[in-house]
């Protein structure tokens, strides 16, 4: 067997095999193409073989007619793959381009068998007399091979995506291997003479092209082609030095030897060659590894979260030279994953948190490992159900997201990185993703040693706090107690000089016969004083009662509390901030008292809280109608209701206002620690419906959840457990 027939039938063979490979791995309209052409090409291979092994002319013309054929098909599924790489396919003029190009295939195929295309084939020596409408098949090969490089050439220049750079790289150098192995099988046709090397150009073509189309994370083409110019190099010296050896002494031993022992040094010689022309190609990226790397490793001694957050974007930033980059953490209290930290971008972007059933969080729990979003665009997703691939595409963009990269601490997902395009447009390499995995690693580590720390410092702080509170409760008792003496007094006398000596003193007025004008005048003012006197010295003593009521220590979560007596607590603290007629409170209460298994001082303190709240909040509403920001009903007036009723054993709540509402990413965030919707005049903490929640959530089985409307209002859900018998009896054999 002849080297022609062994080549030819290697480049169809793995021309056909390496076609139906990419198919199976990705079945999608582009490796269908792909395997489409490929069996183009392993006809014509297949064919050379049948020229070569024909015994006569005619069998060897008609097996050069079928190759003929395998060479007019390559051509329209070569342009159609390279028109949907460049994104043109789905245009209306490209669709009609590929068709026409299958047409007149067709056509070439009807003519290649007549004398007009191909006169003879002569196989002693081989020779190919070609009729004048061969050279319109020329033409349309070299008119498609321009506008395929002519549209490729323009795609590149017009994208911005380093990823899709890099494929057109791989396509340009496959299209040049390519043509050069067309080159020199025309050239074998004019003289059989020449080594048939032209399917060695075959198989390296088609590597490079099924690389390109399927492989996810392409290889730095530098680094590729210095490889295999280094491999090139080390083995011709290997293998060529013993056969030059060989061939001037004619000692095919000592050849032999001398190969043998090349050979032991070859591999030994192209890794340290591989290596010190990959540190110089790659010399700046290298060093910016160490740095980050060296970097990295402190983040462990640093204790305060924000600190941290900050420093991770910083040397993300830095060293990998990302445009931009962010934090993401879970957080138990609302179970989201939380924007932590964000660099070289507005502070207010959006999302600014996501929920476990969002597809980022579920494709990262199910890939374990960082997400490209280029990869994702290319090779979309079509075996996962569980993924929306239109929203997580959506979520990258949102997040102009490059990479998305993990931090599991075991099997749990505790929070990602984010990073957009590097400064100089190149790709993220393989080693750029590797180095993020272990910088995610480390962050996990020094994420979970920070948190350690800050809870323990909250510990101790709360414990303080704590002890700060029970010891102000105490005084706070003490001093109401002292203050509503004084108000008893102040009312005693008050009521004292108004039943006793009002009346003697008007008795004597009139013994006198004094009938002037202001003394009368003065003693209907001093009646009316004293009245009021009592009143407000009775509401004066009601407060302080209440007081001393929620300064006092109530034990457990399980205690009879009165709605009604917590209702009437937090309105006579509220009377101290403002007049309780501009809340518009109205009930829709069932007769009965309504008995919670709870704690009393944490009970007022919440409807405190939501009563307060909604009070701003209709205030609010009238300043935004004052504004004229928005449109409200002519008789508008403050409103709130307050709704209970007994279900499966909870006593349902709802605490309803019609001030002005919230936006629906306030809504979701409203638990959150430290967020707030009030303006920056009157600002807190933003701890308080943080604190409310868990103050809820304290007692068995206790939920609040809100809903809300801009504009149109806010209502509070809450459920509190009933006390019952059961709880009665338990305190019974408690006490």
Partial sequence: MNLHIINALSAGTFSLLLGLLVYLKTKKDITLSFFLMNISISIWNFADILIVLS?????????????????????????????????????????????????FSVFLSIINFTKYFLKSVSINPFREEIGPLYYLFIAYFVFFSFFVLYNVLRYYLKINSPVKKLQLKYIFSGFYVGIIGVLIYFATLLNREIPPIHYYFEILYLSIFAY???????????????????????????????????????????????????????????SKLRREAENIILQEEKIAHKLLLRTSKEMSTVREL??????????????????????????????????????????????LFFGKKDEIIAYLNIKKAPIVYEELVFHPLTDNEEIVYEKLILQFKELSAAIVVPCFSKDFLLGFLILDNKESGQIYTQDDLELLSI????????????IFYEETGKSLAQQFQEHRLRSLGKMGSGMAHQIN???????????????????????????????DELVNNLTDKLDKYLKIIK??????????????????????????????????????????KFDLTELGLLYELPAGDFKVAGNLAQLQDVFFNLLDNAHDAQKKKKEEMGWGKIQL?????????????????????????????????QVDQTFIPFFTTKASAMKGTGLGLYVIKRMVESHREGKIEVKSEYGKGTTFFMQLPTYTEKEKNENNINS
């Fill in 485 to 515: 003496n004084r108000f008893n007094l102040i009312s005693t006398t008050a009521e004292l000089s108004y039943l006793e000596y009002l009346p003697r003193l008007k008795s004597q007025l009139n013994k006198t016969n004094i009938k």
């Fill in 535 to 576: 009143t407000e010295a009775h509401k004066g003593g009601e407060i302080a009662r209440t007081l001393t009521s929620f300064s006092r220590n109530t034990e457990g979560y399980e205690s009879p509390v009165v709605l009604d007596e917590v209702i009437k607590g937090s309105l006579n603290l509220l009377s101290c």
């Fill in 212 to 270: 390109a189309i399927v492989k996810h994370r392409l290889m730095d083409i530098k680094i590729v082609v210095t490889r295999a110019g280094i491999f090139l190099v080390v083995y011709t010296f290997v293998l060529g030095l013993p056969f030059v050896f060989g061939y001037i002494t004619n000692n095919w031993i000592y050849s032999t030897i001398l190969m043998a022992i090349l050979a032991t040094f070859g591999p030994v010689a192209y």
């Fill in 633 to 665: 009903e002519s008789d508008f007036k403050p409103k709130i209701i307050i709704r209970a009723k007994r279900e499966n054993g909870f006593l349902k709540l709802e605490i309803e206002d019609n001030g002005i509402g919230m936006m629906p990413a």
């Fill in 55 to 103: 015994p006569n002319n005619t069998l060897a013309l008609f097996a050069d007619r079928i190759a003929n054929i395998g060479a007019f098909f390559i051509i329209p599924f070569f342009i159609k793959i390279n028109l949907m790489i460049t994104e043109s396919y789905s245009k209306g003029f490209y669709k009609k381009l590929f068709k026409y190009s299958i047409i």
């Fill in 439 to 450: 910088l995610a690693n480390q962050s996990v580590l020094a994420i979970e040693n920070a």
């Fill in 306 to 351: 924000k600190k941290l957050f900050s420093l991770i974007t910083h040397i993300i930033t830095k060293y990998m030279r990302a445009t931009n980059a962010a934090v993401y953490l879970f957080d138990n209290e609302t179970n989201k994953y939380i924007l932590k930290d964000i660099r070289f971008k507005n502070k207010d972007i959006e999302p």
